[in-house]
């Protein structure tokens, strides 16, 4: 959890689609400087791949972050595509993940610092249930996609 002494907030995102393509969700759980939990989000995305899920719960989180004032973050994913196109180390090639990288982008420029970092899957397991959730939500309510 964040807590250090420079004040940085944690945000830790995930995306889940059963599929690859299928329907798809997304989480975010920002946590504050002192580690207490601010936010818990989900969002059910329809259909989609598992690296767009992972970049809707970066902006959706990151989205958030900006609205509560957080400007030092900390973000951890699972996703080791996510994280090495952010800090650079792979080109983005895909036109629609290109388009959401674009967006990360500029709303990481907003904060005054950040870092990117991956995680294993099983220290981001409050993201997970939280995308998985959005999912299952959708399902109960009859919102389940049809592939024509």
Same mark, same amino acid.
């Given at each position: 959890?964040?807590?250090?002494?420079?004040?940085?907030?944690?945000?830790?995102?995930?995306?889940?689609?059963?599929?690859?393509? =299928?329907?798809?969700?997304? =989480? %975010? +759980?920002?946590?504050?400087?002192?580690?207490?939990?601010?936010?818990?989000?989900?969002?059910?995305?329809?259909?989609?791949?598992?690296?767009?899920?992972?970049?809707?719960?970066?902006?959706?989180?990151?989205?958030?972050?900006?609205? &509560?004032?957080?400007?030092?973050?900390? +973000?951890?994913?699972?996703?080791?595509? &996510?994280?090495? @196109?952010?800090?650079?180390?792979?080109?983005?090639?895909?036109?629609?993940?290109?388009?959401?990288?674009?967006? %990360?982008?500029?709303? #990481? !420029?907003? #904060?005054?610092?950040? !870092?990117?970092?991956?995680?294993?899957?099983?220290?981001?397991?409050?993201?997970?249930? &939280? %995308?998985? @959730?959005?999912?299952?939500?959708?399902?109960?309510?009859? &919102?389940? +996609?049809?592939?024509?």
């Amino acid at each position: 959890m964040a807590g250090d002494p420079g004040g940085e907030w944690l945000l830790m995102v995930d995306g889940a689609s059963r599929g690859n393509p =299928g329907e798809a969700g997304c =989480g %975010a +759980v920002i946590y504050g400087e002192t580690g207490k939990t601010l936010r818990e989000l989900c969002r059910y995305l329809g259909h989609a791949t598992n690296n767009v899920a992972e970049y809707e719960g970066l902006l959706m989180g990151l989205e958030e972050v900006l609205r &509560l004032g957080g400007q030092r973050l900390r +973000v951890e994913s699972d996703s080791q595509l &996510l994280v090495r @196109q952010l800090n650079g180390l792979y080109r983005v090639k895909d036109r629609k993940l290109s388009q959401l990288h674009h967006k %990360a982008q500029g709303l #990481l !420029r907003q #904060l005054d610092t950040y !870092r990117i970092i991956h995680v294993r899957r099983e220290q981001n397991r409050v993201a997970d249930r &939280l %995308a998985n @959730q959005a999912i299952d939500d959708a399902n109960k309510k009859g &919102l389940r +996609v049809r592939d024509f």
